[in-house]
């Protein structure tokens, strides 16, 4: 044990194998680059390329997209459950709580193997985890802007059969169908954010999976791991920092106090990329097209300039959350839903690395470096003091 291998936040530990993806020269989705991805395919394309294995054909593509349209809809004791939460909970925790709640009303759930370390209930496993993948896939983009409605006093809007996913997602938030190129900048950011190798989110899903617990279990404790604001909660604080900053000679004096408070500024840096996220700059591009169409360039100006500045001061790099959070503000979109629609996209990549995990399954229980006390009795209360 004491020549066990310690990285403090596993940094740079390889903890498991996967064929779903890989960041090493650039992300790939089992194979294909990112921006190949992004230029030529749609969100349920990728998702079904991770769940299945393989991009599908256009029949394939057709049935899916079927299944997704026959799930959208909410069991009417979630929407009540909805209903009735707190005021102002912040959405994640909703959707914590929503995916938790689905579960009661799945009923491939309700038929889960009791025995689960045979292969033939492994096999039973994998089958009855894609149905579920495809529902929760389809649920969690109508909870979303469900309980967004909910808590502007509007009635959730049913689902509209034939949308693509992009486009239900955004229709579903405000009764209007999306214009072409705002369907496709929110439909390439959901790409993107689809899948991730070994994330703190994903590793968490995969822990919970090891102990041969449920899809549900594993992706309600992905959620509160995407929750963190060092995670999926860093899309959030983008446009509130543009909007602080102001104005473009601004940019400067700003992050100078911001970095002397040692305060992080979100949506830069990242754990494995050191030099740039390949995502940042393809979904930044969107993000500019956007607020071109849309007459919201002094962001995009102020943007450029942070970019810039910590570049050169502290080689900090953007992640994908830094143009994720311009792109939602300049489709309209309110920002706490920015993290619901980070894990509405990234379900699909957890999914398909819990049906990874039990497919070739072993307990993830790593071991700790004890820092504690040296070996000591235990004093009678009567002695303690
Ligand atoms: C993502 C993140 C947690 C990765 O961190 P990491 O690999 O553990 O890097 P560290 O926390 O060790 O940071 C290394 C150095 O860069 C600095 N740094 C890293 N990200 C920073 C940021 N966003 N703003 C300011 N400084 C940052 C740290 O302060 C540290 O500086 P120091 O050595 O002078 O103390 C980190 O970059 C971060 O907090 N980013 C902001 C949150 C964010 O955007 N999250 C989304 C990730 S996809």
């Known amino acids: ?52 294995g393989e991009l599908p054909s256009s029949t394939e593509l057709v049935e899916f997209r079927q299944r997704l349209d026959e799930a959208r809809q909410l069991p009417s004791a979630l929407l009540n459950l909805l209903r009735h939460v707190p005021p102002n909970t912040p959405y994640m925790d909703v959707l914590r709580t929503a995916v938790s709640a689905l579960a009661h009303f799945d009923p491939d759930y309700r038929t889960w193997p009791k025995e689960l370390a045979s292969p033939a209930a492994t096999e039973r496993c994998i089958q009855l985890g894609r149905r579920i993948a495809e529902r929760l896939l389809a649920q969690l983009a109508t909870t979303v802007p469900a309980y967004h409605r909910l808590c502007r006093g509007l009635e959730p809007l049913p689902p509209r059969p034939g949308l693509s996913h992009a486009a239900q997602f955004l229709y579903q938030l405000s009764g209007e169908l999306p214009d072409e190129l705002s369907q496709r900048a929110f439909d390439v950011s959901l790409i993107l954010y689809a899948e991730h190798e070994f994330n703190a989110s994903t590793f968490t899903a995969r822990v919970i999976t090891s102990t041969l617990s449920d899809m549900y279990s594993a992706v309600v404790g992905a959620i509160g791991a995407l929750k963190g604001p060092l995670h999926g909660g860093a899309n959030e604080y983008v446009m509130p920092l543009l909007q602080a900053i102001g104005q473009p000679e601004n940019v400067e004096r700003y992050l100078r106090e911001m970095l002397a408070r040692k305060e992080r500024v979100m949506g830069f840096g990242h754990r494995v990329y050191k030099t740039g996220d390949l995502r940042a ?45 311009r792109l939602y503000y300049y489709l309209g979109l309110d920002v706490p839903l920015y993290t619901p629609i980070f894990a509405m996209a990234r379900v699909a990549g957890w999914c398909a690395h819990i049906l990874e995990q039990w497919q070739a399954n072993r307990l993830i229980r790593p071991r700790a470096r004890y820092i504690g006390p040296a070996p000591r009795p235990v004093l009678p209360l009567s002695e303690r003091g």
Do not use: F
């Open 1 to 52: 044990m004491n020549s066990a291998i310690y990285a403090p936040g596993l940094e740079g530990i390889i903890a498991g194998e996967t064929a779903i993806s890989t960041v090493e020269g650039g992300l790939r989705y089992r194979g294909y680059a990112i921006g190949e991805l992004a230029e030529k395919t749609c969100y349920e394309e990728v998702a079904y390329l991770l769940l299945y």
């Open 281 to 325: 700059g393809i979904l930044g591009s969107w993000a500019r097209r956007l607020a071109e169409a849309r007459g919201q360039l002094l962001w995009e100006q102020i943007a450029d300039r942070v970019e810039q500045y910590l570049a050169q001061t502290k080689h900090l790099h953007p992640n994908l959350d830094w143009p994720a959070g």
